[in-house]
T-cell receptor, first 109, second 118 residues
């Protein structure tokens, strides 16, 4: 079983829509959680850290459910520029990131 | 640009040849990481340096792979006797060595070296 599993999508949504997706992780000792964004043929870039109480960054909201071992990301008022692959990342130490395979989001005009 | 840089950006080689990639981390970052990403997958951890010390190597890093960071600044990743299965994007990342865990865990990635083994 993979350490981090994500729905690969793709999620095709119109501009202005809300899109949400989850990932699950298998290691209950995982300490920190992140969402990274990766554009086609580019490097991953940190989108946001995920805190136990949930957190927002503009149009992006991340939630963590430790009991069920899943993390969610919600994007409100989608923009064309939100089209990307979103990588769920967990770590159980302070150096090795474990990535999911990514969820592809395409926002259409 | 003061981000992580990698060289070359693309490499095409024939099976059996050796290749070497270079990574220059963000200058004040003590920690350096190598990951490999294949199509449709997320990056997979290969190895980690704190300054010049290589502290962990993944089982993915076979004996054909070697990584160094001799002066605690730039790092090189060498693949000997390349195989077609080595074709992937090789990503380097760096982070500060910080007492604040979240700061240490926030890794900044370079643009990657895309390797194609024919």
């Amino acid at each position: 079983r993979k350490e981090v599993e994500q729905d690969p999508g793709p999620f095709n949504v119109p501009e202005g829509a809300t899109v949400a997706f989850n990932c699950t992780y298998s290691n209950s000792a995982s300490q920190s959680f992140f969402w990274y964004r990766q554009d086609c043929r580019k490097e991953p870039k940190l989108l946001m850290s995920v805190y136990s109480s949930g957190n927002e960054d503009g149009r992006f909201t991340a939630q963590l459910n430790r009991a069920s071992q899943y993390i969610s990301l919600l994007i409100r008022d989608s923009k064309l520029s939100d089209s990307a692959t979103y990588l769920c990342v967990v770590t159980s130490n302070d150096y090795k990131l474990s990535f999911g395979a990514g969820t592809t989001v395409t926002v259409r005009a | 640009d003061t981000g992580v840089s990698q060289d070359p950006r693309h490499k095409i080689t024939k099976r059996g040849q050796n290749v070497t990639f270079r990574c220059d981390p963000i200058s004040e970052h003590n920690r350096l990481y190598w990951y490999r990403q294949t199509l449709g997958q997320g990056p997979e951890f290969l190895t980690y340096f704190q300054n010049e010390a290589q502290l962990e190597k993944s089982r993915l890093l076979s004996d054909r792979f070697s990584a160094e960071r001799p002066k605690g600044s730039f790092s090189t990743l060498e693949i000997q006797r390349t195989e077609q299965g080595d074709s992937a994007m090789y990503l380097c990342a760096s982070s500060p060595d910080s007492f604040e865990r979240l700061s240490a865990e926030t890794q900044y990635f370079g643009p990657g070296t895309r390797l194609l083994v024919l």
